[in-house]
């Protein structure tokens, strides 16, 4: 069987210069109301002209060393950065015979967004006090895909998704509300996607969810 070839479509572990001032001026913002501290660092050692380094690997990267990067580089310039808002979290029950199949090929329909590549970077977790328990231990997903919760578990998970939020306003959620399993969404404030049978739906998914990975912190559409 061919290999898939693994493209980093979702541009994890890079930015340009433009790029990463507007995700250190986010953060800088968004640290301010959250208790899930967001950061950035630099994965080498990044030199000048002359080859002196200007800023080392893994050194925190805030608004001073971006105005010194600016004096070096070019805003088109590709960086290799580590931030903290990394990676895919699912959120769906897969242990009962009603959303069994359809959260197994949700599962494997993002694990396998570009080429398989993101793998290590998504959490599967069948409830939201799980979820949590991953912010407690210092991982912090960019995008949060719900799937499939069971009917007599909205009220407690309704509840801990609102203590997520008082814990993280920011959180990046994207809910699939499904005509079979799960009508209507329960979530205040999460972005939809409305999920059918047909093979076209999957790949609008697909679309849909690099499009909110990917999507640029907008200062003014951050709430304070």
Known sequence: MEEKKQINILRVGVANLTELEELVKAFRLMNQYSKRRRFVVS????????????????????????????????????????????????????????????????????GNIGGGIYKPFIDVVPNFHELFKLFEKGLSPKLVVVGY??????????????????????????????DGLKPKS?????????????????????????????KPYFMEEIPK
């Open 186 to 214: 329960f979530l205040k404030g999460a972005i939809l996607f409305h999920f059918d049978n047909t093979m076209k739906v999957w790949h609008r998914l697909l679309t849909k969810i690099i499009n909110e990975y990917t």
């Open 43 to 110: 994965r080498e050692d990044l030199k000048d002209i002359y080859g002196n380094i200007i800023v080392e690997k893994a050194h925190d990267i805030n608004i001073s060393v971006i105005k010194l990067l600016q004096r070096n580089f070019k805003p088109d310039t590709d960086f290799k950065i580590f931030s903290s808002d990394e990676g895919i979290a699912i959120v769906t029950y897969s242990e009962s015979m009603a959303g069994k199949d359809f959260s197994m090929q949700l599962i494997e329909t993002i």
């Open 149 to 178: 919760i069971p009917v007599k578990n909205v009220a407690q998970e309704v509840s801990m998704y609102n203590e997520i939020k008082k814990f993280d306003p920011y959180i990046r959620l994207l809910d699939i509300t499904h």
